[in-house]
C-alpha cells in the first residue's frame, strides 16, 4: 500500500479551534503562540504577549510562579513529560484577580521529545476581591481548591476533617457556591451546640400535634435547604439515633419529620464537618459504622493555618477590608506580618481574625503596629522556628538548624530545601532574611 503524504495544518489553525483560552509555552516560560479564545477572553492582541514570559502575563510577576507559593505545572509537563492539573490566580482584562483552572500538557516535537506545553485555562467563578470566600495562594490552599473545583459539581456527600478554626464552613460555602445555582438556600446546623431533642427538630422539622407544645407544623433545615446544600457541623456529635436518620437521607434521598407517617424526598447536597477523629468514634461505638463509610467516601483534610502561614498577608489584608473602617489603614509593614507569621495559631484562621480585631481597634486613627498585636502567650503558641513539617505522618517542629543544614545538603537551592522540609519556598527565604537579621543584631550588640 502507497503511502501518501498528509499535510496538516499549521499550529495556529489547529489551536484556534480550542475554545476556551490557550497558549503554547516553551522551556524556558515564552509563550510561543495563543488561540483567538485567548486573545477574546482577555481582550488583548497575540502579538502583545508572543515572546513574553507566561509568568510576567499572567501572574504579572518577575518570577514563575513556583517561587510565590504556586505549583508550576512546568516541572510535570518537561520533567516527568505527563499532564498536570492545577488551579491559579491569574489577572483578568481588567488587572483584577481572577482563578483559574489549568490543564497543561505536553506537546512533542518530531523527534518524539516534548518540545512545548499547551495550557488550557479555564476561568473559575470571579469573586469580588472583599467577598472572596477561601482567601490565599500558598500550595496548600490552591490544592485544596483545586479539589473542591473538581467535587463540587458532583453533588456528591462530602466530609470536611480539621482543626477547629481552620475555616471548615468557609470551605462548606465554596462548594456550595461552586457547585450550587446563585440563589440555592445555604443552611447550617451545628450539632455540638444542641441538645438531642433540639437536633432532631431543627434538622428533620415536625407536624402539628407530634408533641405538646408542636401548635404548627415546622419545617425542618433539610426542608429549607432543599434544591441546594445542608452543612451539618461537628457531625460527631450527632447522637446515635439521629445518625440511623440521617443514613436514610444519604443513602435514599427520603426522610421523615417527627409525628410524620410519610417520608418526604429531599434534593439536598450534605456537607458534613469535624474537628474530632471520626474514625476514634466509630471504634467506640458513639458512631455509627455504616455511616461513617458513607460519610468517609471523599474525605477533604481542611489545613491549620501553621501549614500555609505564608497566606497570612492575604488573609489579614482579606479581614481588615472586611470592617467598617477598611478604608483607614494603610498596607501591612514587614515589620507586623513577620510577627504575624511568627505564631503558632492554635485557633487557625479564627485565631487571626480575632486578633487582627482587636489590633484594629487599638491602632484608632492609624495604621496597624507591631505593638497592637496581642497574641496569647503560652509556651506552645509562639513560634520560635519556622512552621512545622510532617515526617512519617507525624508533624515535627523545624530549627534553624534543620533549615540551615538542608540548605548546605542542597548547596543553597531554596527550591530544593523547601520540598524536602515540606514548606514553601517563600517561608524558607523569609527566615533565612530574618536569620541574617538576627545575627548581624547579635553581632552589633557584641562589638
Known sequence: MENKHIDLPPMQEVIDLISDPFVVIDRSYRIVATNQGYCNHYQIDAADIIGRHCYEVSHHSDAPCDQHGEHCPMQEVFGHERTAHVVHVHYNKDGKEERVQLTSQPLRGADGKV???????????EYDREQRILVGRSRRLTHLMSTLDRIAPTGTTVLLEGESGVGKECVAQYIHHVGQPDDAPFVVIDCGALSETLIESELFGYEKGAFTGATQRHPGLIEEANGGTLFIDEVSELPLPLQSKLLRL??????RPIGATQYLKAETRIVVATNRSLQEFTNSGQFRHDLYYRLSAFPIHVPPLREHIEDIPDLAQHFLSQRNDRHRHLPLTTEVLDRLESHDYPGNVRELRNILERAAILAGDGPIRSQHLHFRHDAHNTRESPQPRRSNGKLDRLTMKDIVKTLEDCNGNRKAAAERL????????RYVKRYRHTGLAQESAKN
Not at 250 to 255: A, D, M, R
Open 115 to 125: 518540545a512545548f506545553m499547551g495550557e488550557s485555562i479555564i476561568p473559575l467563578h
Open 250 to 255: 444519604l443513602e435514599c434521598g427520603t426522610y
Open 422 to 429: 515540606n514548606v514553601s519556598e517563600r517561608t524558607i527565604y
